[in-house]
């Protein structure tokens, strides 16, 4: 059933849960290694027979039920006139960090035709091999790329993102209403190009509480899912560490919320009143343990998805890079095997 992924996400039935795995195409994969020995990250990026090579390399492995479009969440930022490198083990670093208004105001909004034109050439390869398999497209959350931007590369505490949003009022207005509208204009044009549904990551959103994440970013959000709900495809809101924010993430009216491993899958899906799909929700880590143990945390995951239609099977974060593939052959089989059922 090539479909169960996005009839999940409209949590119509399915014949078992559908799986894919957040960063299923990267490091942990030698074919990808290999090709990293050759080329840099955002180099990758750049090149569309590469990054179409790479979104089908798990697909080539694994069961999974979607690809998702090898591509990264600095990718967008390119084009608005950002200086940046990824650099292993460290992630995004960015050349001049924003640290006022003016910074804010030199910040280019680019036209859909020049955002990222390698990942919309990259998805056009993508889906004339994928036979019908969905394809996810991704951004990063403003709130999330934001955070790059203020702290100039990871962060532990995201205290400058924080301070620049009290201190500076203003300027985090114009700097969220920029990058929505960029992020906007990204989802557009990856949904023309034809991605089948998307997934906006704010990763590290979970550093605010409820009332800041109402204030600063949930305006934000409600214009970028209102703005991209004519597209038709179903969107994924992701993040981290949002146990306190999910009641507000509901507000932004994304059709699937992706949830990490904090959380339990049953007391979250609840406090969503089950009227969205969720994604999720394995500790990556597990999968570094025998297969009992990997075993017997999938299980538990599925028993308390209970059956129910809108579970889509992921990791509670992206996969990590010591993950032994053969473990993931295993799982994605397991998960269609154990939720198999009649179809309605
Ligand atoms: O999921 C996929 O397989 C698709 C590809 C993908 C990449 N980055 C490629 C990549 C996706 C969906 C991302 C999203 C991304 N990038 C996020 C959001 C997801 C999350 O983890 O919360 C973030 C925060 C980034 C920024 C980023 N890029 C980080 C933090 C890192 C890791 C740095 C490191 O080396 O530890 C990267 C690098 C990166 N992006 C890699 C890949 C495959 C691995 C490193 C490499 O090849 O050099």
């Given at each position: 059933?090539?479909?169960r ?14 799986v894919?795995?957040?960063r299923?195409?990267g490091?942990?994969?030698p074919e ?16 569309p027979?590469?990054?179409a090579?790479?979104?089908l ?15 990264d969440l600095m990718?967008?930022?390119?084009g608005?006139g950002?200086?940046?490198?990824v650099?292993?083990g460290?992630?995004?670093v ?5 640290r ?7 910040l ?5 035709e020049?955002?990222?034109p390698?990942t919309m050439?990259?998805i ?5 091999e994928?036979?019908g ?9 403003p709130?999330t790329?934001?955070s ?6 990871p962060?532990?505490d ?12 203003e ?5 969220m209403t ?6 906007i ?5 990856q949904v ?8 906006i ?19 934000y959000?409600?214009q970028?899912?209102?703005?991209t709900?004519?597209l038709?495809v ?6 981290t560490?949002t146990?306190?924010?999910l009641p ?17 899958l049953?007391?979250a ?6 009227a969205?799909?969720v ?6 880590a ?5 297969w009992?143990?990997?075993k017997?945390?999938?299980m ?8 129910k239609?809108g ?13 032994d593939p053969?473990?993931?052959?295993r799982?994605v ?8 059922r009649?179809r309605e």
């Open positions: 059933m090539r479909d992924f996005l009839r999940a996400c409209r949590r119509q039935p399915t014949d078992c849960t559908p894919w795995f957040m299923q195409a490091r942990y994969l990808y290694r290999r090709l990293r020995e050759r080329y840099g990250l955002m180099e990758l990026c750049r090149h027979e590469l990054a090579e790479i979104t390399m798990p697909v080539r492995r694994f069961a999974v039920d979607a690809a998702i479009i090898f591509a990718t967008p930022l390119e608005m950002i200086e940046l490198e650099q292993e460290v992630g995004p960015i050349a001049q960090p924003i006022s208004l003016e910074d804010v105001r030199r280019l909004v680019p036209d859909d020049v955002l990222a390698a050439q990259a056009q390869i993508v889906k004339g994928l036979n398999l969905p394809l996810i497209g991704f951004a990063g959350a709130f790329l934001a790059y931007l203020l702290e100039g590369g962060s532990r995201f205290a400058q993102t924080r301070a620049f949003m009290f201190r500076h009022p300027a985090w207005h114009q700097l920029k990058l929505t509208e960029t992020i204009r990204y989802i557009t044009a023309r190009a034809g991605v089948d549904a998307v997934q990551f704010d990763s590290w959103v979970g550093c605010l509480n409820p009332t800041d994440y109402r204030k600063f970013v949930l305006p959000m409600r970028l899912f209102e703005r709900a004519p038709g179903p969107r994924i809101l992701f993040g560490g146990a306190t924010l507000m993430m509901r507000q932004v009216g994304s059709e699937v919320i992706g949830l990490d491993w904090r959380l339990p049953d007391e899906w609840q406090t969503l009143d089950f969205v799909a994604q999720g929700n394995l500790d990556p597990v999968l570094l343990a025998d009992q143990v990997v017997g945390r999938a538990d995951i599925l028993r308390q998805a209970k059956g239609w579970h889509i099977f992921n990791l509670g974060h992206g996969i990590l890079p010591q993950t053969s473990i993931v052959a799982l089989d397991f998960v269609h095997e154990a939720t198999e009649p």
